[in-house]
């Protein structure tokens, strides 16, 4: 079934639910789009920033320019720890649906179709999805704390459905 009839049949039934709740009827349940998603949790580029920080404290220290200024300093300080923290409280994730796979990237939200996979390597502590053009997606338990052996359950299952090439190591 196609997106585009997915979508017409979702905004038909809000509008049909909409009508029914007006004549207090019961409303119909919209077929939600089912997907899994795995999150994991970035520890590495916040305890980067945190490292920067405290590097950028102690040789700013050593001159008596902070001391001038020493709102800004403060600011500057601040606005990288908070940077630390936003980027731990964002979690890295890979979802699997139907059709396609998405993830975060630094870039915003990316989507890859089973159409544009061109295979899914699975190894111990890593899942590698390579595309047909652009780079390849690298899923780490080391860098990025992933559930990896579970992710490679449903990856192969993805693979299997959409006849995609899997590779294990």
Known sequence: ???????????????????????????????????????????????????????????????????????????????????????FLRRPYLTVAKDYIGTRRMTGDKTLYASNIKSINLQSGFVVVEQQKGPNWVFSKAMNRYPIERMAVRLKAFAAEHGIELKEK
């Not at 038909?12 to 709740?21: E, I, P, Y």
């Not at 920033?49 to 405290?54: E, H, P």
């Not at 902070?66 to 601040?78: A, S, V």
């Open 1 to 87: 079934m196609s997106r585009s009839w997915e979508r017409k049949v979702r905004k038909n039934t809000t509008v049909l639910n909409k009508q029914r709740k007006k004549m207090g009827v019961q409303a119909f349940s919209a077929a939600k789009p089912k997907f899994e998603k795995f999150k994991g949790r970035n520890y590495i580029l916040p305890a980067f920033i945190v490292v920067f920080t405290g590097f950028y404290v102690y040789m700013s220290t050593l001159s008596s320019e902070w001391k001038t200024n020493r709102n800004m300093f403060m600011l500057t300080i601040g606005s990288y720890l908070l940077l630390a923290l936003l980027f």
